[in-house]
């Protein structure tokens, strides 16, 4: 259950949203201190542990990620603490570097221009994300919007390799590459955009007004989410999806019980690849780090349209 929305409703609409998708079975929680979402989530958990909704805090899988003036070796610590903070919570189950970026840290949120850029510090970020892991503040670690050759980088200087790399995935950014080589270091892949994020400030409609998903679809008498949502999880990704709608909340759960055929997944190879987040806020000719989009996403982005 993706916990990001633009813009974000107050604390009263979202605390029951997130209660009602407990209610209807969600157990993973993926939250991020840009998203302004945590303290909200953390009420929703603490509120439903008192309902009994929650047998105990076990029972819960809650992801959140460092944002990009916090991703200075000095920063990391603090900032995870602040996020627990804000969920109310002893530990997060997974802690993950949001992007391979750094800015200045008086930026707050998205609001940075190109002088605020700075190098990536990979190296010390990452050590920094080791000794949050060996405080037993968060149960695993890993990164979002990395790139192969940015894990290679990582997994130089890595004693604790990451577990998971959560990015842009989906049946019209399939993201065939990445996939396999975080198979190969082991890895786990969490798709976030499963459905394109049409409707958001960004995103494409790709994915739902796709003729051979809508066509699957009506052959199987499933929804097309249904159809892009099952096609990540045959991938051995785990999906991100967000609705606050209680009952497109009920149907995106439904998707465990039935499987693609062969042909079907063909099918599906041959949608045209559009990734997109492009991520040009991180770009700058004349500041860097990342001159150019390619920089940014390295051999990832060969196929962006």
Sequence with gaps: MGTVAVPLPPSEILVPVFINAIEIGYRHFDSASLYGSEESLGQAVAEALDRGLLSSREDLFITSKLWCPDAHHDLVLPALKKSLQRLRLEYVDLYLIHMPARVKQEVEGLNFSEEDLLPFDIKGTWEAMEECSRLGLCKSIGVSNFSSKKIS????HATISPTVNQVEMN??????????FCKEKGIHVSA?????ANGACWGTLAVMESPILK???AAKVKSVAQ????WIHEQGA???VKSFNKERMKLNLQIFDWELSTEDTEKIKNIPQRKGYLGEMFISKDYGPYKSLEEFWDDDIDNYQ
């Design 153 to 156: 980088q990582l997994l130089e």
């Design 192 to 196: 976030w955009s499963p459905l394109g």
């Design 227 to 230: 159809i892009a949502l099952r």
């Design 171 to 180: 049946a019209a950014w399939q993201q065939k590459k990445l996939l396999e």
């Design 238 to 240: 785990s999906v991100i």
């Design 215 to 217: 066509q699957i679809a």
